[in-house]
């Protein structure tokens, strides 16, 4: 089968396209024809060695699909030959076919396009995560989003307004942030031509965000403690600066509010039930027309290096998918 294929940890200049051979199902695994797969910043890590997830090359970068299911492992009862689904893979979807664990499939519905679906669960999965589980956002509170433009971003400016949160969206460029406005940010702050922090004091009357959705770190990450409210909740999601910040605990303190991580790969294994309810929570407002994920861009497979590339530059926004 066709693949993208990591031979040598390095930048995305170092994936080639070629033939790689697929391993037979275990027993609790399932094989997918791949029709699509979300491309990912942390598969931009995974290539370089960098994330917490180690492949060992040769391998397929790709840590979601949606496709349809051609071969069962022995033990597996819960889906049938033909059941078209999405699954989470860590690797191995940025190829014609690949192989999953039945227990990280999900159901699609008929109404979601093998695209949106295959960048649908990483994203949305994370975000209603981290503001309903551990933001607990509520109606009536200020969202900031800081990296606001990208993936997870777009999805938490989305999710933020449905759960009826006031959305401020910090991003670097005009068009990024007329992007975020189209959808359905309030507020926006161009956080390299102005202070966020003075920035966010300004429209929210210097009492400041309660819920920080924080993608980027850096010193990003540390201007949003200067403009948290009283009792705010920072959402630890990821670095996609390159770095990650300390943060003074006299911070935290002065402010009465609270850092925390969300680590959504461990929250889907530890609490399944609670994630298959946020799954069914965002299909219902997928089916209800409120919820609408925006696919900027499909790349061919065989450009799944490009696709890699633009996301290291920051040229993405929205989601981008590899189409089969």
């Known amino acids: 089968m066709k693949a993208i294929v990591c031979k040598e940890f390095g930048p995305p200049e170092k994936l080639v396209y070629e033939d790689l051979p697929l391993r037979a199902p275990s027993d609790a695994e399932v ?13 931009v890590l995974i290539i370089q060695n960098k994330y917490q997830f180690r492949g060992t090359p040769p391998f397929a970068p790709g840590g979601e699909v949606c496709g349809k299911i051609v071969e069962l492992g022995a ?8 059941d078209r689904v999405a699954a989470l893979t860590m690797s191995g979807g940025f190829a014609e076919e690949c192989v999953a664990p039945a227990a990280a499939c999900v159901g699609v519905p008929d109404s979601m ?4 679906a295959a960048g649908f669960h990483l994203v949305y999965g994370t975000v209603i995560h981290a503001l309903q589980d551990r933001g607990q956002l509520q109606p009536g509170e200020t969202l900031l989003v800081l990296g606001a433009s990208g993936g997870v971003g777009l999805a938490a ?18 068009d990024k942030l007329a992007l975020c406005k189209a959808q359905g940010a309030d507020e926006v702050v161009n956080y390299v031509e102005a202070s966020l922090k003075d920035e966010v004091k300004k429209l929210t009357g210097g009492q400041g965000a309660d819920v920080i959705f924080d993608p980027v770190g850096g010193q990003f990450a540390q201007d949003s403690f200067s403009c948290i409210a009283w009792k705010g909740r920072h959402l630890v999601i990821g670095f996609a600066s390159g770095s990650i910040p300390e943060i003074a605990l006299n911070r935290l303190l002065l402010k009465g509010c609270a850092s925390l991580g969300v680590f959504w790969g461990d929250f889907i294994r530890r609490e ?53």
């Open 31 to 43: 094989r997918i024809k791949v029709a699509a797969a979300g491309v990912n910043f942390p598969d």
């Open 157 to 174: 400016v989305q999710l933020g307004r449905i759960m009826g949160a006031r959305v401020i969206a910090a991003a670097g460029s005009a």
């Open 113 to 116: 396009s093998a695209p949106v």
């Open 272 to 324: 399944p039930e609670a994630q298959a309810a946020n799954v069914r929570l965002l299909y219902q407002w997928f089916e209800q027309g409120r919820l609408k994920p925006l696919v900027s861009r499909e790349y061919p497979l065989a450009q799944g290096a490009q696709a890699l590339r633009d996301m290291a530059d920051r040229k993405v926004t929205g989601k981008v998918v590899l189409v089969v």
């Open 75 to 82: 033990k597996v009862t819960q889906w049938k030959l033909g």
